[in-house]
């Protein structure tokens, strides 16, 4: 018996959607999600502190990037409070 420590499925699903869209619509979806990340990336870069300093710090490979990714965390340099 073969024994594979993760699923599958995400493989599946993957190439179901390229299978189904073609080449052309399954690079228009994936253009069109990283647009999407681009507006949210770039929307949070926008998001200052009350003393002009920005709010949160980038952490994904941002527009260079291969993934339609967005990750950001609290700017430490701000001290801000969360839990």
């Not at 024994?3 to 390229?18: E, L």
């Not at 009350?50 to 527009?63: E, H, I, N, T």
């Amino acid at each position: 018996t073969l024994n594979f420590s993760r699923p599958a499925s995400g493989i599946f699903v993957q190439y179901y959607k390229f299978h189904r869209l073609g080449w052309k619509g399954y690079h228009r979806l994936s253009r069109n999600r990283m647009a999407n990340a681009k507006y949210l990336r770039d929307a949070i870069k926008g998001i200052k502190h009350s003393d002009g300093r920005p709010k949160f710090v980038m952490l994904d490979a941002g527009d260079s990037g291969c993934l339609s990714v967005v990750a950001a965390c609290l700017n430490p340099e701000l001290g801000l409070p969360y839990d």
